[in-house]
C-alpha cells in the first residue's frame, strides 16, 4: 500500500503504526486514491509542473508464504506426545535384524549436496545422546563436505547398548557422471565393494584394484536399505539431470532386491506454520504438495517419503522435532525388515513362520 499524502515524518511513522495494527483510518479532508503502484503521472499546479512521488511505501509484512494454509485434519496422523517419543526410541535401540549372520542393518543415505544427509545423522543421534551434537562432520561447502564412505553405527542411550542400526553417509550425488558420486560408485556401495574411508572421485571409479576393495562382499557387507534425501527448500530448482540420475539409480538398486524410502528436509523452510510448531507439519498442504512433487522427482509414491527437520543452529533438543527424526528412523526400519525377509533362506523363512 502506497500514500501520497505529503507528511512529516513523525506523521508517517503514526500512519505505519495504525496501518499495521488495523486502525488507521484517512480524515475526511485528506482522502486520496491509493494506487497498487507508485504512480509517474505529473500533476500541474497554478505555478509549475511536478512530477508526484509517493513520500512513504509500506511492504506488506503478511504477504503469503508456502505452508500459510493449514488443514483442519491432518493429512498423516502422528502421536506427538513424550511418552511415543520413548516407545520410538525403546523400539530403535532393541531393534535387531531378523537375519542371524548380519549383527547390523546398513542403511545408505543419497542425496545432492547440502540436502542434509549428514545433518540428518547428527540429528539422530542427538535425540539418543540429550543434546545437539555434530557426530557426522556437517559442511557449507557448494561442492559438499563428505567425500568418503563413512557409517555411523546409532549409540544408544547412556548406559545402552549400541542399536543395530548403522546410517551410512557418502559424497553428495551430482548431475551426470563427471560430479558428485556416480552412478558406479554408487552401486558399488550398495553392493558392498566399496571400503570404509574409501575417497570418491569420478576421475576413479571404484574398481577390483581400489585399496580395500571387497570382492566377494557378505551379507552384512551389504546396503540394505537406500535412502534418499531431498531438500524442500530446493525441490522446485533442482537441475532437470538430477531427476535423471534418480530414476537411474532407482531402477538399479530395485534390481539389486532393495528397498528405497526418502527424507524430505528443511520442511521448516517452506512452511511458516511448521518453522513455528513441527508439530503442524501434517496439516501443512504446501508440504503435502512438495512431498507429492518429490515423488514425482524420485519416481516413488508418497507413501514412501517422510518429511523430517534436522537439527542446525539449535542447542536443546525440542520434543516435536524429536519425534518426526525418530518416526522417519521407524519408517526406514520397516523397508530394512522387508530386505532381510526377502533374503532369508526358504528353510530360515519357514523356521520363523
Same mark, same amino acid.
Given at each position: 500500500?502506497?500514500?501520497t499524502?505529503?507528511?512529516?515524518f513523525g506523521?508517517a511513522?503514526?500512519?505505519s503504526?495504525a496501518l499495521?495494527?488495523?486502525?488507521?483510518k484517512?480524515?475526511?479532508?485528506n482522502v486520496f486514491?491509493?494506487?497498487?503502484a @507508485?504512480s509517474? =503521472?505529473?500533476?500541474t499546479?497554478?505555478?509549475?509542473?511536478?512530477?508526484?512521488?509517493?513520500m512513504?511505501?509500506?511492504k506488506?509484512?503478511?504477504?503469503?508464504t508456502?505452508?500459510?494454509?493449514?488443514m =483442519?485434519?491432518?493429512?498423516?496422523?502422528?502421536?506427538?506426545?513424550?511418552?511415543?517419543r520413548?516407545?520410538l526410541?525403546e523400539?530403535i535401540?532393541s531393534?535387531?535384524p531378523s537375519?542371524? =549372520?548380519v549383527?547390523?542393518?546398513?542403511v545408505l543415505?543419497l542425496g545432492p549436496?547440502g540436502?542434509g544427509?549428514s545433518s540428518f545423522? *547428527?540429528?539422530?543421534q542427538?535425540?539418543f545422546?540429550?543434546?545437539v551434537?555434530?557426530?557426522?562432520m556437517?559442511?557449507s561447502?557448494s561442492?559438499?563436505?563428505?567425500?568418503k564412505?563413512?557409517s555411523?553405527?546409532?549409540?544408544?542411550?547412556?548406559?545402552?547398548?549400541p542399536?543395530?542400526?548403522?546410517l551410512?553417509d557418502?559424497?553428495?550425488?551430482?548431475?551426470?557422471q563427471?560430479?558428485g558420486?556416480?552412478?558406479?560408485d554408487?552401486?558399488?556401495v550398495?553392493?558392498?565393494?566399496a571400503?570404509e574411508?574409501?575417497?570418491?572421485?569420478? =576421475?576413479?571409479?571404484v574398481? *577390483?584394484e581400489t585399496?580395500g576393495?571387497?570382492?566377494k @562382499?557378505?551379507?552384512?557387507d551389504?546396503?540394505?536399505?537406500?535412502?534418499f534425501?531431498v531438500d524442500?527448500?530446493?525441490?522446485?530448482?533442482y537441475?532437470?539431470?538430477?531427476g535423471i540420475t534418480?530414476q537411474?539409480?532407482?531402477e538399479?538398486?530395485s534390481?539389486l532386491?532393495?528397498?528405497?524410502v526418502?527424507l524430505?528436509?528443511?520442511v521448516?523452510q517452506v512452511?511458516?506454520?511448521?518453522?513455528r510448531?513441527?508439530?503442524?507439519?501434517?496439516k501443512s498442504s504446501?508440504?503435502?504438495?512438495?512431498?507429492?512433487?518429490a515423488a514425482?522427482?524420485?519416481g516413488?509414491?508418497p507413501?514412501?517419503?517422510v518429511?523430517v527437520r534436522n537439527?542446525s543452529?539449535?542447542?536443546a533438543?525440542e520434543e516435536g522435532t524429536d519425534?518426526?527424526?525418530l518416526?522417519?528412523?521407524?519408517?526406514?526400519?520397516?523397508?530394512v525388515?522387508?530386505?532381510?525377509?526377502d533374503?532369508l533362506a526358504?528353510e530360515?523363512?519357514?523356521?520363523?513362520?
Amino acid at each position: 500500500m502506497i500514500l501520497t499524502e505529503t507528511m512529516n515524518f513523525g506523521q508517517a511513522r503514526q500512519a505505519s503504526t495504525a496501518l499495521k495494527s488495523g486502525t488507521f483510518k484517512f480524515p475526511e479532508s485528506n482522502v486520496f486514491s491509493v494506487p497498487d503502484a @507508485p504512480s509517474t =503521472e505529473k500533476t500541474t499546479t497554478a505555478n509549475k509542473t511536478e512530477e508526484s512521488k509517493p513520500m512513504f511505501a509500506f511492504k506488506d509484512c503478511f504477504s503469503s508464504t508456502l505452508g500459510a494454509v493449514l488443514m =483442519e485434519s491432518p493429512w498423516r496422523e502422528m502421536d506427538w506426545t513424550a511418552e511415543h517419543r520413548k516407545t520410538l526410541m525403546e523400539k530403535i535401540t532393541s531393534y535387531k535384524p531378523s537375519c542371524q =549372520e548380519v549383527p547390523q542393518a546398513r542403511v545408505l543415505l543419497l542425496g545432492p549436496v547440502g540436502s542434509g544427509k549428514s545433518s540428518f545423522i *547428527s540429528s539422530v543421534q542427538s535425540v539418543f545422546d540429550g543434546r545437539v551434537i555434530n557426530r557426522a562432520m556437517v559442511g557449507s561447502s557448494s561442492t559438499g563436505f563428505t567425500k568418503k564412505l563413512q557409517s555411523f553405527p546409532i549409540r544408544g542411550q547412556k548406559g545402552e547398548e549400541p542399536s543395530a542400526l548403522v546410517l551410512c553417509d557418502v559424497m553428495g550425488l551430482g548431475e551426470g557422471q563427471t560430479t558428485g558420486l556416480t552412478l558406479h560408485d554408487t552401486l558399488a556401495v550398495v553392493k558392498g565393494h566399496a571400503p570404509e574411508g574409501h575417497k570418491f572421485s569420478p =576421475e576413479q571409479p571404484v574398481r *577390483s584394484e581400489t585399496a580395500g576393495y571387497m570382492k566377494k @562382499p557378505s551379507l552384512r557387507d551389504k546396503m540394505h536399505c537406500v535412502v534418499f534425501v531431498v531438500d524442500a527448500s530446493k525441490l522446485t530448482s533442482y537441475h532437470k539431470g538430477l531427476g535423471i540420475t534418480f530414476q537411474q539409480l532407482r531402477e538399479h538398486i530395485s534390481d539389486l532386491g532393495v528397498h528405497q524410502v526418502a527424507l524430505l528436509t528443511h520442511v521448516d523452510q517452506v512452511c511458516q506454520e511448521t518453522a513455528r510448531d513441527v508439530t503442524q507439519v501434517y496439516k501443512s498442504s504446501a508440504i503435502q504438495k512438495l512431498i507429492t512433487e518429490a515423488a514425482a522427482l524420485l519416481g516413488m509414491s508418497p507413501s514412501y517419503i517422510v518429511p523430517v527437520r534436522n537439527y542446525s543452529c539449535e542447542l536443546a533438543l525440542e520434543e516435536g522435532t524429536d519425534v518426526l527424526l525418530l518416526s522417519a528412523v521407524d519408517h526406514i526400519l520397516q523397508y530394512v525388515q522387508l530386505y532381510f525377509q526377502d533374503h532369508l533362506a526358504p528353510e530360515t523363512k519357514f523356521q520363523s513362520s
